[in-house]
C-alpha cells in the first residue's frame, strides 16, 4: 500500500509502518534502532512475519531477500476484481485446496472463499497461490517463477484464518519453499 510514499531511508519506511501497525504486539527486537543495519532489520521482520525458523538471507547490494520454509498450497486465486471508487479494494475469489487444509476449509463448504482488502503494490494474477509458510499466522499471495515463488502478497487477511486453531487445522507442510521477496 505504501510503496509510492516518498521516506528516503529504508530503515524510516520499516519503522513507521510498524508504528501505524494496530494489529498486535510489536517485538523489542524490531523497536526503532538505528544502529541496526538494514540487513539485520530486514532479516528482523521477516522472521517476525514468517516465523524463527525461516532461513532469511538477504542480499547485500539489494533491498531483497531470499526466503527458505517448510510450507504448504493452501488454494489458488481464480478471480481478481478491483473495487471502491478509485479502485483501491482487490477482492479474491479463492479455490481451497482439500489436500492444503482439510478440516478449515470445511468452514468454507464450496472450498471457495472471498477475501477484500487494500489493493497491494504489485498485481495479483488468476492463477496466483495462496501459501502458508510453517510458523506463520497468516498466508501469503506467491507466484511461481522458473525455479522459485516471488511473494506477491506477504499478509493476506482471511476472516476466521488467525482465530483458527491451528493444531486442530490438517495442515501438512509438505514443500520446501525458496522465496525472493523485493
Not at 7 to 31: F, N, W
Not at 92 to 104: D, T, V
Not at 117 to 138: C, G, M, N, W
Request: hydrophobic share 40%; glycine share 6%.
Amino acid at each position: 500500500m505504501f510503496h509510492s510514499r516518498e521516506a528516503t531511508d529504508d530503515q524510516d519506511k520499516v519503522y513507521a509502518l510498524l508504528g501505524m501497525s494496530s494489529d498486535g504486539h510489536i517485538p523489542e527486537s524490531l523497536s526503532p534502532d538505528y544502529q541496526v543495519t538494514w540487513k539485520e532489520l530486514l532479516c528482523r521482520l521477516c522472521k517476525y512475519i514468517m516465523g524463527e525458523r525461516t532461513s532469511v538471507e538477504v542480499w547485500h547490494l539489494k533491498k531483497s531477500c531470499v526466503i527458505r520454509s517448510k510450507s504448504c498450497v493452501l488454494g489458488s486465486v481464480q478471480e481478481v476484481k478491483c473495487t471502491g471508487e478509485l479502485g483501491d479494494q482487490v477482492v479474491l475469489g479463492i479455490n481451497l485446496a482439500a489436500q492444503g487444509m482439510r478440516s478449515w476449509a470445511r468452514i468454507y463448504r464450496d472450498h471457495r472463499l472471498q477475501v477484500t482488502f487494500p489493493t497491494p503494490a504489485k498485481v495479483i494474477q488468476e492463477r496466483d497461490v495462496l501459501y502458508l509458510l510453517q510458523e506463520s499466522s497468516t498466508p501469503m499471495i506467491v507466484r511461481p517463477c522458473e525455479d522459485y515463488w516471488a511473494i506477491i502478497v506477504i499478509f493476506v487477511p482471511i476472516p476466521g484464518f488467525e482465530l483458527a486453531d491451528m493444531s486442530l487445522i490438517e495442515v501438512h507442510f509438505a514443500h520446501d519453499f525458496l522465496g525472493v521477496w523485493d
